[in-house]
């Protein structure tokens, strides 16, 4: 298939977009210039809060707009990298810890569990998204448990994000296209407040793709439909209590390989179905005071496979892999002021049950549980310069029957954190976090009734630290009067012990099965044993935002490297890969010239690196250019066009599947794709 496939309907769309845009731009300079905010590298419009957490504003950041992929806006957070060309193997990493040890979140909702490989584990389409909050690294105790890498938040967009003020109801109409895979997205928001205390919205929207290509042509074998449904009410009952509720469901059929890791293995694509429903409650009391300030969360998320049997095109691949996970959460937040300083207290609980299941060929499904209690203090006390947060969590794990025999783990972590500014607005900071996971689910296409499995009876929980210390500093009037520079430097060392592996037969290098009776390494049996030495990752994560009038400009390095015994191989498992992700250069420009045009272009550059099994993965280098338009003339009109991988780099991320050997095994990205959007907003 050709890179260039434009159908008579997205033509149209294209060519419109790209010529409401260029028409304007030569009489751009004659119009008048204003004072905009700009985005920075981490896509933050304004100063974080917390140098330890980034956040990624889908609206205010044009690739992010734009996106398909998760990888479009998380990658241009320092330390975050987004593994798996397509959107159904796409895996988050953090410090190159992949979403197996991240908390992974959709409005509050966690999202556990595998079902086959990476595929399914993070089903949500970014049109949805209205930002992604990201906690690199773990350093609080109100993660909560499974979150050694770190945590990801996804939100998605509310009623009020849109409603204009005094506006009761509106309406936003989106359509986008992208020429390498020929991908026409289009969608529909309807919201409103019809009371001032209600507000309500409803989005629609449906994705097609066909297959796109690499840099150099080669198929990428995904060709899909997927529908998407938010659903949001909100009520204020009284100045004291809000009452929320949300549904979210990302559907995609189509055919991909039996395995999306292997893009080009030889395995014919198959007829295959990813699905997630989030059901989420959410409730605030607020009695305007500093005291009380409760947040009630209560979710349900289910994901599944489905494959179904197709004697012509894959035999005896009738299966069904589901994983929900049933959840509830209350925090609430105290402010005391006392002579000693400020305090804000953060006291929660939190418990979870997660389920995997999986039917094969119409028998009856096997199933599988775990699950987490957790109870949790902080302290953020504030004095003068000076701020120390201590925080403490105790953890109840019952763990699944197939992988540690149901087994539970009662465990206390505790965490301290400081910082201090040296001078006006600079600080120097540091924090300590033990860390603790117990045994996750297995993949749910291996739930199994014993056969084959090996059950460790003595398998350990995962257990650690993550510690950082680094320093930040905004500088202000440096070219200009209302000009500032943030600067941010950090060094992290997390330590893992017991960290555990899941072994597995297989006629490839690098698999190893477990004795059945004695589980040591080699045998015909799978299952999770604990690793014999402790990992450790260490890096850097260094970060510069400019901004003056309406120029804008971010420069970020990071780097990860891990080091241990797995095998032969490094933590976590990437086709004999490791945590390692490179040393990665990201430099964003953006300009604004007047409030009705943005032009933008973001550079990404990945080192070269050699694991420890002496496979390297090659470095690479990849340029996006993008412009926005918001008419004067057509309020709420607004189209944007961008080229992302401008120079056609033929390239694998070092964060998904890498063969330097057989490309076969390679999970190419995208070559070149021009992308065309418009935007009605009323």
Known sequence: MGKMRFSSRVTVLSMSVAAVLWSQVASAE????????????????SVRESVQEDSVYIEDYTPAAQASHLSDFLNVVPGVT???????NQRVRVRGLDDTNLKVTIDGARQEGAMFYHMGDITIDPDLLKKAEVAVGNNSVTLGNDAIGGAVAFETVDAADLLKPGQRVGAKIHAGYGSNNDELLT??????????????????????????????????????????ILLKAGVAINDDNRIGASFSRTEKKGTFPFRPDFPS?????????????????????????????????????????LRDNQPDVSPGYDWNAKVKTTGAKVENTSVIETEMGRHKLIAGAEHYKKESEMARDNNS????????????????????????????RYDRYESPEFVSGGKTYDNVVGALAASYEIAPRTQVFASYTQLFNGPDLGQAIFNSNGAGIYV????????????????????????????ALQLSAKYFKSNIENYQQFMRTGNRPGRFGIDCETGEIGGECQGMINSDEDFEIKGVELAADYRADNFGMGLSYSRARSEGDRTGNSIPSVSGGSADSGDRYMVNLNYEPNDEIGLGWRSTYVASITDNQGETKSNYDVHDVYMNYSPRQLEGIKATVGVYNLFDETYASHSSRYNAIDDATTDFEMGRNIKASLTYQF
């Open 82 to 88: 987004v593994g798996g060309t397509s959107t159904v």
């Open 456 to 483: 460790n009876n003595d398998l350990k929980p995962e257990e650690g630290y993550n510690s950082e210390v680094g320093v930040a500093t905004t500088l202000r009037g440096l070219t200009i009067a209302d000009d």
């Open 365 to 392: 499904a096997n199933s599988d549980s775990a699950k987490n209690t957790s109870v949790y203090l902080e302290d953020q006390w504030q004095m003068g310069k000076f701020s120390l947060t201590p925080g403490v």
């Open 265 to 305: 293995l030889g395995d014919d694509p198959i007829p295959q179905k990813v699905k997630r429903n989030t059901y989420t409650v959410d409730h605030n009391f607020n009695p305007l005071n500093t005291l009380i300030d409760v947040d009630t969360t209560i979710y349900q998320t289910e994901t599944e496979i």
């Open 30 to 45: 004659e119009l008048p210039s204003t004072t905009l905010q700009t985005i920075t590298v981490t896509a933050n419009n």
């Open 187 to 228: 969608s529909a928001t309807v919201y409103g407040a019809p009371t001032d205390n209600i507000d309500l919205l409803a989005y629609y929207g449906k994705r097609d793709t066909d297959s796109g290509e690499d840099g150099d042509g080669r198929e990428l074998f995904e060709d899909s439909k997927s529908e998407n």
